[in-house]
């Protein structure tokens, strides 16, 4: 969103008294952008931690990427925050992405306060800026400061002024009876018990305040340090509790080896301790823990409550993964999702296992690559949010693994539903010693159902266990329809099927299950969905006509337009297949008088005549005897 985060991290680290000199974004100086690709390119790639200490508080503080390509980063960041800090450019205000962000904040429930940057910047408003934030984002957002000379590199941020405090107490003393009572009675309100009833709104996420300043001048950073302190909630979880702790990123240390980071909720960690990693069903044991100091990893005996720092000793933990107790564990929320699929190639072919590995490395870091290798192409294929993602990737391959790599044109990823209900029935009975019997009955479920999973079966028929192999290997299963792509959004019924009390083995259900649920999907067929996305699109009014009609031309739906002035706004939905380009398109044909912000808005049906369709990769189950070959191992494995 080019907000300036980065740029208010160093600031907030500079007038906090824990560095000498503020770093410089376009000069590669910044502490938050570890990675060389993000100091050359002045953009956050992923999420760092900085811990720092401001009077008696120490503050964890999560820089997240901006850019919509890296938003699976903000995701995996969000579970780990007590609270956040909201950044808005003063000058571009409320973005696509802004909007994002803030629903997934209040998915989450967390207190948010807003910082409106870059006041000195020509053309900065706040006034019209913090009037946008209650109109598209609360009408519970509240200013607690003035600024004098917006727009001028001599701009200021003072306290709330006479016009501003009246305001911000009446919706304080809206959310407080108490204070309501005085503020009604024409009471005197002193400053201390205003903010410790506005800090107690903030806390139950009923006030969102926003402040403005300016990270570059250093103009209303150490307002916001006061606020973080005075407002935000303190960190939940105690040292005495059962220990509970969540991985949310890997990485690779040059002398470590392998490290998870993880954010500590309750309890504590140490040094060899062996503790329970919860989702993936097995004790992990704790070699060496590092503990953050602003930017840099040292030495810790352990982690307590509150605290983020990197475990060594757990080489297989994932991102995602559950240390101890769930209890205090926030749930994952989740509105990332890959678009487009690209092949990766060596520009040398004689490293191409050099490639793999390292896009390996990479898919483990970053799980939503969905790293797949065809190993009759010989080709790799990693899943994409957009063409900034790809630069990134050719960059991180280069100087992180020195190996140069071509990226392919991307390629749409499709989804199958079941266009018709249908049954399906698979007796793995032979050759011996083998025996599943299994029919499913396969139905479209609602938009954005997912899988659903009945059994009508008898545990006498078929063992709970069995059931339950049938249950785990849906996904599996469904990872490739008859048209090539993931089957979602249906029903799966168990209906019939037997085990054997001797010859039956769990391998045996999920070999069934898979040709059992593709003679569904053939007998009923799919209908191929493709991804939409929601757009924005403002400009100015005398290129209304021709944008209105490249949408319509995309196959998109387009609301009634805003029209404010001489500028007009656009939103509707469009699909991503007739759409890639026209960000370029829409910047050619506007010279820069038009702006076009996206996100996705799920998949919908494809017109019969569209879309695209794939073989099958690898061996299919319709081909019963060769997939059984291949399943017992009489057949090279030409899928992984």
């Known amino acids: 969103m080019d907000a300036g985060k980065t740029t208010l991290t160093e600031s907030l680290l500079f007038h906090s008294g824990n560095i000498p000199d503020v770093g410089q974004v376009d000069r590669g100086t910044s502490h938050s952008d570890v990675l060389a690709v993000e100091r050359r390119r002045g953009i956050s790639v992923r999420s760092s931690a900085l811990c720092f200490d401001w009077h008696d508080l120490r503050i964890n503080l999560v820089d997240t990427p901006g850019h919509v390509d890296f938003g699976a980063e903000v995701e995996r960041s969000l579970r780990v925050l007590d609270a956040a800090v909201l950044v808005v450019c003063c000058v571009a205000g409320v973005q696509t992405q802004t909007e994002v962000i803030w629903r997934a904040l209040r998915q989450r429930d967390l207190p948010v306060l807003l910082f409106v940057n870059k006041i000195d910047r020509l053309g900065a408003d706040p006034d019209a800026v913090r009037d946008q934030l209650r109109r598209e984002l609360s009408a519970h957002i509240v200013s607690v400061d003035d600024v004098t000379g917006a727009g001028d590199l001599t701009a200021t941020v003072s306290g709330a002024g006479q016009d501003t405090r009246t305001a911000l107490c009446e919706a304080v003393a809206a959310e407080d009876d108490g204070l309501l009572e005085r503020y009604l009675a024409d009471e005197p309100i002193d400053d201390a018990t205003l903010r410790q009833s506005l800090a107690s709104s903030v806390e139950a996420r009923r006030l969102f305040p926003v402040l403005c300043g300016s990270a570059k001048s250093g103009a209303g950073v150490k307002a916001l340090l006061t606020a973080v302190d005075d407002l935000l909630p303190d960190a939940p979880g105690a040292v005495n509790d059962p220990v509970s702790a969540v991985v949310f990123r890997r990485d690779r240390d040059e002398r470590l080896g392998q490290v998870a980071a993880v954010r500590v909720f309750a309890g504590s960690l140490k040094t060899r301790d062996r503790i329970q990693n919860l989702t993936a069903d097995r004790e992990e044991q704790i070699t060496q823990i590092k503990r953050l100091s602003l930017d840099r990893l040292e ?28 209890g205090p564990i926030p749930a994952v929320v989740s509105w990332s999702q890959p678009l487009l699929s690209v092949q990766v190639s060596p520009t040398d072919d004689a490293q191409l296992t050099d490639l793999l590995a390292a896009l ?18 010989r080709e790799l294929h990693v899943r994409i949010m957009g063409a900034i993602q790809t630069e990134i990737l050719t960059e991180i391959l280069q100087t992180r693994f020195g190996l140069k790599a071509k990226i392919h044109e991307p390629t749409v990823i499709y989804k199958e539903t079941p266009a018709n209900a249908a049954e399906g029935a698979e007796a793995y009975t032979m050759p011996k010693p083998c025996w599943a019997i299994v029919g499913l009955r396969i139905e479209a479920g609602e938009p954005g159902s997912g899988i659903e999973f009945h059994s009508l079966v008898d545990k006498i028929d078929i063992h709970p266990k069995y059931q339950n192999e049938v249950r785990q290997f849906l996904p599996t299963a469904l990872s490739q329809g008859i048209k090539g792509w993931e089957v979602t959004d249906l029903r799966v019924t168990l209906f019939e099927g037997s085990h054997h009390l001797l010859h039956s083995r769990p391998g045996d259900f999920k070999l069934a299950t898979h040709m059992a649920v593709m003679k569904a999907l053939q007998a009923g067929d799919t209908t191929l969905l493709e991804p939409m996305l929601a757009f924005e699109i403002r400009g100015h009014s005398d290129l209304i006509g021709r944008i209105t009609s490249d949408i319509i031309n995309m196959r998109g739906q387009i609301e009634p337009a805003k029209i404010d002035g001489d500028v007009f706004t656009l939103t509707g939905r469009v699909p991503l297949a007739t759409s890639m380009d026209y960000v370029v398109q829409l910047s050619s044909l506007s010279s820069g008088r038009a702006s076009l912000a996206t996100q996705f808005d799920g998949y919908d049906p494809c017109p019969a005549d569209l879309g695209q369709t794939r073989p099958y990769r690898g061996i299919s189950p319709l081909d019963r005897a060769k ?13 992984r």
């Open 360 to 377: 390996r490395q990479l898919s483990a870091e970053d799980p939503l690559l969905d790293l797949r290798w065809h190993d009759d192409e």
């Open 627 to 639: 997939y059984i070959l291949w399943w017992r191992g009489a057949i090279k494995d030409s899928i």
């Open 299 to 326: 030495d810790a005996s352990q982690l307590q409550a509150g605290d983020i720092g990197f475990l060594s000793g757990l080489p297989d933990a994932q991102i995602g993964d559950v240390l101890g107790d769930e």
